[in-house]
C-alpha cells in the first residue's frame, strides 16, 4: 500500500525566508508524485509533478521540488516565500502502474507567512 | 479552455437525507475522481469514473455511488446522509490515453454539511 507523511502540520516563516516543507512516502512501485496547494475555501491546484526523468522539478509560483529515491522523499522547497504563498499544501502519490491514477494525499502543512 | 466546475457550492441536509454532488470535466478530459476532505484533513478517494463505468474505488460503503455521462460530467450521490459524512466533496478530471499519466486538476468542492 502506499502512503504519504507530511512532517509538520503546520509551518511558519518570515517573508522573504526560505520556504520547506517536507513529504516522505511509501510506495512498492515506482511513484508518481504531486504537490498540491489549497487556499481557503478553494479546491486544490496543481504546483509541480514527477513522474520520470530529471528529479528536480520546477513548479508555478517558484517552487520546486526534489525526487530522491534513496531517502523516499519529495521535499518543496521556495528560496523566497511571499504572504501570497500562505495556504495549505498537500502532498500526493499514486502508482504509476495503477490503472486508475488514484491520488493518495497526506494530511497537508499549512503554511503561514509573517511580515 | 474552461476548468473543472462542481455544484452546488454549499449544501445542508440533515441525517438520512440523500444528496447529489455534480461535477462538469475539464474539456478535452474523459476520467472524473471524487474526493472526500474532512475538515483539517487530506483528501480521501471515493472512486473513478472511466467511459461511463467505475473504474477503482476507494474505502467508502456501497451508499456512495456515482455516474459518469457521455459528455464525461459525473454525480456523486450520498444516500442515507451520516453526521461523518459532512466534508468537502472534491471532483477531478483527467486525460486517459495510452501510457501517459493522468494529471488530476481539481474543482472547487461542494461543502456538504449533515445535521
Known amino acids: 500500500a502506499q502512503s504519504v507523511t507530511q512532517l509538520g502540520s503546520h509551518v511558519s516563516v518570515s517573508e522573504g525566508a526560505l520556504v520547506l516543507l517536507r513529504c516522505n512516502y511509501s510506495?512498492?512501485?515506482?511513484?508518481?508524485l504531486f504537490w498540491y496547494v489549497q487556499y481557503p475555501n478553494q479546491g486544490l491546484q496543481l504546483l509541480l509533478k514527477y513522474t520520470t526523468g530529471a528529479t528536480l522539478v520546477k513548479g508555478i509560483n517558484g517552487f520546486e521540488a526534489e525526487f530522491k529515491k534513496s531517502e523516499t522523499s519529495f521535499h518543496l522547497t521556495k528560496p523566497s516565500a511571499h504572504m501570497s504563498d500562505a495556504a495549505e499544501y498537500f502532498c500526493?502519490?499514486?502508482?504509476?502502474?495503477?490503472?486508475?491514477?488514484?491520488?493518495?494525499f497526506g494530511k497537508g502543512t499549512l503554511l503561514t507567512v509573517n511580515p | 479552455e474552461t476548468g473543472v466546475t462542481q455544484s452546488p457550492t454549499h449544501l445542508i441536509k440533515t441525517r438520512g437525507q440523500q444528496v447529489t454532488l455534480r461535477c462538469s470535466s475539464q474539456?478535452?478530459?474523459?476520467?472524473v475522481s471524487w474526493y472526500q476532505q474532512a475538515l483539517g484533513q487530506g483528501p480521501q478517494f471515493i472512486f473513478q469514473?472511466?467511459?461511463?463505468?467505475?473504474?477503482g474505488r476507494g474505502n467508502f460503503p456501497p451508499r456512495f455511488s456515482g455516474l459518469q455521462f457521455p459528455n464525461y460530467s459525473s454525480e456523486l450521490n450520498v444516500n442515507a446522509l451520516e453526521l461523518d459524512d459532512s466534508a468537502l466533496y472534491l471532483c477531478a478530471s483527467s486525460k486517459r490515453t495510452s501510457g501517459s499519466t493522468d494529471t488530476q486538476y481539481f474543482g472547487p468542492g461542494t461543502r456538504l454539511t449533515v445535521l
Open positions: 469514473y472511466y467511459r461511463e463505468e467505475e473504474n
Open positions: 510506495s512498492s512501485v515506482p511513484p508518481y
Open positions: 500526493a502519490v499514486c502508482y504509476s502502474g495503477g490503472s486508475n491514477y488514484k491520488l493518495t
Open positions: 474539456s478535452g478530459h474523459n476520467t
